[in-house]
Every structure is written in structure tokens, then in C-alpha cells.
């Protein structure tokens, strides 16, 4: 099956610098790969994604990259803000029409 | 935060007592899903289900059980056979599995201790 891995476990950045989370997946047949924040005690929620046949997307501050040949996606934050500070989570969804998570990212954005 | 519902938000069990967490979805989702989540630790899957009167087991199943009876409902059992059962629980949905990009759409949680 498939196997995602996540790093760093934690991210602590000065505000207004960039943070970078990257993730490596294990399924060469995975074509979806979603990013999902979730804010302490709350639900996650899909922040970006990005599609097997696309290798880069951008949404204001936050990009995601993706490099197929090296089974590895980034998600890049810009500017960062206070309220930047959760957890980010990668994904990648397979053939087998499940999503498999990464371990998570605990990012701390110090004002 | 409307379509996706989880209850209780918290919940205490005494060890040996079976436990029923409620999701339900007014999105008309054809999937839904459920998450064990640990402290600082990923979501990982428990059960699937993908219609009506279907549903397949996750990574970790042992220790749970689920039903799907309604299109709208998801409810998870937490048995007494399941070991550790204390953590966050997260219902998810989507429209249809078989299409690609599909994204889940998570509910609140509930929070599952064991006195």
C-alpha cells in the first residue's frame, strides 16, 4: 500500500519568513495530492492540492510542488503569519481511492 | 463548519464498555471515512465506506466496528477488544470515490478517553 512520509515532525519560523514541508509517497500510481491544516482542537481542512499532471500550484501565499520522477511534494509558505501556526498534513490519494496521511507537521510562526 | 456532524465532542469510557461515536452528513456524499488520530501523530484510516450497506476495513480496524444503513450516517463503534482506544476520532466524507481529486471533508472530532 501506500506509505507517506513527512517532514519536519516540527517547524518553527520567525514571521514573515518562508516555511517548507515536504513529503515523500511510496505508490507510484498516486495522482492526488492534498494539504490539509488543522488548527489546535479543530477539524483539518484542504488548504491546497495538486494534480498528477501539474507541477506546480499556487494560492497566495501558500504553493504546493510536485516532482513525480522523485515521488516527493513540498508545500511552501510565503510571508508567514501568526495565524499560519497548525498542523499541516500531506496526503496522497492512490489507485486504490484512498487518502494515506503523512505524520504531520506542527508549524509555530513566532511573531 | 456545517455539513458534517460528530457527538459527543467528548467522551469518557471506563475500560471494558463498548462506545458509539455518532458522524453524520447532510452533503450528500456517497463516502465516508474514519480517523484515529493520536497526539502529534497523522490520521490514520479505521474504516470506509463507499455506499450504502458497504464498508471495508482500514489500517487499523481491529477493535472497531461500523455500520452504514443510511447514506447520511456513519456510526463507529469503539469495543472493549480495542487495546489503546484513547484519542481523537475524525468522521470524513466525499462525494464519490471513484473520481479522482476528491476531497474529504472532515468533521469537529470527538475526543475518546478511557478512565
Known amino acids: 500500500g501506500e506509505n507517506v512520509e513527512q517532514h519536519p515532525s516540527t517547524l518553527s519560523v520567525q514571521e514573515g519568513d518562508s516555511a517548507v514541508i515536504k513529503c515523500t509517497y511510496s505508490d507510484s500510481a498516486s495522482n492526488y495530492f492534498p494539504w490539509y491544516k488543522q488548527e489546535l482542537g479543530k477539524r483539518p481542512q484542504l488548504i491546497i492540492d495538486i494534480r498528477s499532471n501539474v507541477g506546480e500550484k499556487k494560492d497566495q501565499r501558500i504553493a504546493v510542488t510536485l516532482n513525480k520522477t522523485a515521488k516527493h511534494f513540498s508545500l511552501h509558505i510565503t510571508e508567514t503569519q501568526p495565524e499560519d501556526s497548525a498542523v499541516y498534513f500531506c496526503a496522497g490519494h492512490n489507485a486504490g481511492n484512498m487518502l494515506t496521511f503523512g505524520g504531520g507537521t506542527r508549524l509555530m510562526v513566532k511573531p | 463548519d456545517g455539513g458534517i456532524t460528530q457527538s459527543p465532542k467528548y467522551l469518557f469510557r471506563k475500560e471494558g464498555q463498548n462506545v458509539t461515536l455518532s458522524c453524520e452528513q447532510n452533503?450528500?456524499?456517497?463516502?465516508m471515512y474514519w480517523y484515529r488520530q493520536d497526539p502529534g501523530q497523522g490520521l490514520r484510516l479505521i474504516y470506509y465506506?463507499?455506499?450504502?450497506?458497504?464498508?471495508q476495513k482500514g489500517d487499523i480496524a481491529e477493535g472497531y466496528s461500523v455500520s452504514r444503513e443510511k447514506k447520511e450516517s456513519f456510526p463507529l463503534t469503539v469495543t472493549s477488544a480495542q487495546k489503546n482506544p484513547t484519542a481523537f476520532y475524525l468522521c470524513a466524507s466525499s462525494i464519490v470515490p471513484t473520481l479522482p481529486y476528491n476531497e474529504q471533508f472532515f468533521g469537529p472530532g470527538t475526543r475518546l478517553t478511557v478512565l
Open positions: 452533503l450528500n456524499h456517497d463516502a
Open positions: 465506506s463507499q455506499i450504502v450497506n458497504d464498508f
